[in-house]
């Protein structure tokens, strides 16, 4: 899917400067939310639509509807966006058929036994078992909290566990 610009873990989703800077960076028309409980939510959902930069559509999908709608051909054509509030759910989208290329994480919810890993993004051992699952199975996963830094592999992340 080339229009898919960038596939994000950010456990805030939808937010403020973060996500119009990436939304600028590349030109983004679209962002789909992959969650299950934003999707079954109403409310969560009515959030989510009035965070993003005007101009933008957003859908907000279960892992199951982005799943079919992904092999169906029927995800957004025009500069795309993918988040995700965890890596759990990154992974589940994965191996239900969403197949991203690449998983930028940007931030990782900080309660519970974690470590930092980079700059101010913690994980535990199991996100980190997520992330490797979806490095082993070849995506591109990397840590960039925002656009000014540089791309952080899984792999250096991976060593401090």
């Not at 119009?20 to 079954?40: C, G, L, N, P």
């Not at 759910?89 to 980079?118: C, F, M, R």
């Amino acid at each position: 899917m080339e229009n898919l610009k960038l596939t994000r873990i950010d456990f805030r989703l939808i937010h403020g400067q973060v996500m119009t800077r990436w939304a600028k960076k590349y030109d983004t028309e679209a962002i789909v939310v992959i969650d299950d409980r934003s999707a079954s939510s109403a409310l969560l959902k009515k959030i989510l639509l009035g965070a993003a930069p005007a101009g933008i559509d957003v859908t907000v999908e279960s892992v199951a509807s982005a799943a079919a709608k992904w092999k169906a051909g029927e995800f957004p054509t025009g500069s795309l966006i993918i988040l995700f509030k965890n890596t759990e759910t990154a992974l589940a989208a994965y191996k239900a058929g969403v197949a991203y290329p690449s998983l930028q994480v940007g931030g990782i919810e900080g309660a519970g036994d974690k470590k930092n890993v980079y700059k101010n993004v913690v994980m535990s051992t199991a996100e980190a078992a997520h992330l490797k699952e979806l490095g082993d199975a070849g995506v591109n996963v990397f840590f960039q909290p925002i656009p000014e830094d540089a791309e952080y592999p899984l792999a250096d992340a991976l060593k401090k566990f």
